[in-house]
């Protein structure tokens, strides 16, 4: 199974952009790139995802290697309230996401 | 309000009495699956399921077991469990595909003496 490679942690300024990196050099084909992030006493929750183009939404922005083995994610101006865990995962398409692996994920600390 | 429903969100147990812990869903999800978070060690796949009657292992199972008799409820039973059990536990549920979102419950934090 692919894994994902990611700091351990990162730092913010409040209303400043934030790039988190991940490398995920085993990913196949077939391998969307997630992104996830976990609040403090909550669940982990959806943030992003994509395949090979760049993704934006109303959370946050996705940049994706042409080669795909990194990505990014991209918050455009960090909150205090950005301020958790975020993970990065490779789920397949052809299988349903069986055997999601996640890593130990990178602390974003913003400071205000 | 599309949600993953987890019971109890706290519980405290004895060593060897046999424990459920229930996860429901309501979006009609195909894919559930059930994790474990130990500090510094994120989140470990413990068993999934791509449907009804349709369960595999994740990468720790051992002292765990799962059922899938229904879509929406997808249980974690621990027979006789044991202090290294002790531990925070998600469920998860997504629609099949690796393009879709999944959804996590708030947690159960087990704690066990």
């Known amino acids: 199974d692919a894994k994902t490679t990611q700091p351990n942690s990162m730092e913010s300024n409040e209303e400043e952009p934030v790039h988190l990196p991940c490398n995920h050099s085993t990913i196949s084909g077939t391998d969307y790139i997630h992104w996830y992030r976990q609040l403090p006493s909550q669940g982990p929750e959806y943030v992003i995802h994509?395949?090979?183009s760049n993704v934006n939404n109303r959370m946050a922005s996705l940049a994706i290697a042409e080669d795909r083995k990194s990505s990014t994610l991209i918050l455009h101006r960090a909150t205090l309230r950005d301020a958790a865990v975020y993970y990065c995962i490779l789920r397949d398409v052809g299988t349903g996401g069986f055997k999601t692996i996640f890593g130990a994920g990178t602390r974003l600390f913003v400071k205000a | 309000e599309a949600q993953v429903t987890q019971n109890p969100r706290y519980l405290i147990t004895v060593t060897g009495k046999k424990l459920t812990v229930t996860c429901s869903q309501n979006m009609n999800h195909e894919y559930m699956s059930w994790y474990r978070q130990d500090p510094g060690l994120g989140l470990r796949q413990i068993y999934y399921?791509?449907?009804?009657?349709?369960?595999d292992k994740g990468d720790v199972p051992e002292g765990y077991k799962v059922s899938r008799k229904e879509k929406r409820n997808f249980p974690l039973i621990l027979e006789s469990p044991s202090p290294n059990q002790t531990s925070l536990y998600f469920c998860?549920?997504?629609?099949?595909?690796?393009?879709?979102?999944?959804?996590f419950g708030q947690g159960t934090r087990l704690t066990v003496v």
């Open positions: 998860a549920s997504s629609p099949l595909g690796g393009n879709r979102e999944a959804f």
């Open positions: 399921s791509m449907n009804v009657e349709v369960t």
């Open positions: 994509g395949l090979t």
